[in-house]
Nanobody, 120 residues
Framework: QVQLVESGGGLVQPGGSLRLSCAAS????????MAWYRQYPGKQRELVAS???????RYANSVKGRFTISRDNDKKTVYLEMNSLKADDTAVYYC??????????????WGQGTQVTVSS
C-alpha cells in the first residue's frame, strides 16, 4: 500500500503565499515523477507542476513565475510553494507520485486533496 498525505492548504488573501506538502509512505522501491494538480468545481483535474526524479520541472503557464515545485527524496516529499496567489488559484489541490511497487513497474498514486482558497 502506498499513501500520499497532503498538508498546507487553507485560506489566504490575494497576493499571499502558501506552501503545500505531500509525503509518500508505504511499500515501494522508488518514486519517479511527482506532481501537483488542481481541480475546480465541475471541471477536470489539471496539471499545475511536475518534477522528475532528476529534478526536471514543468509548470502550467498560469502559474509560471509564481509557483515553485520541489522535492526531498530522502523524505519522499514533494512541495509546492505558491506566491502572489490570485482568486483564480482557488481550487482543490492534489499531489501525485509515480511509485514502483515492483521493480520497473510504476503506478500513479494520489493524495486526498487539500483546499486552497484565495479571498479577501
Amino acid at each position: 500500500q502506498v499513501q500520499l498525505v497532503e498538508s498546507g492548504g487553507g485560506l489566504v488573501q490575494p497576493g499571499g503565499s502558501l506552501r503545500l506538502s505531500c509525503a509518500a509512505s508505504g511499500r515501494f522501491f522508488s518514486i519517479d515523477l511527482m506532481a501537483w494538480y488542481r481541480q475546480y468545481p465541475g471541471k477536470q483535474r489539471e496539471l499545475v507542476a511536475s518534477i522528475s526524479s532528476g529534478a526536471t520541472t514543468r509548470y502550467a503557464n498560469s502559474v509560471k513565475g509564481r509557483f515553485t515545485i520541489s522535492r526531498d527524496n530522502d523524505k519522499k516529499t514533494v512541495y509546492l510553494e505558491m506566491n502572489s496567489l490570485k482568486a483564480d488559484d482557488t481550487a482543490v489541490y492534489y499531489c501525485s507520485a509515480d511509485c514502483a511497487v515492483q521493480r520497473g513497474v510504476f503506478f500513479r498514486y494520489w493524495g486526498q486533496g487539500t483546499q486552497v482558497t484565495v479571498s479577501s
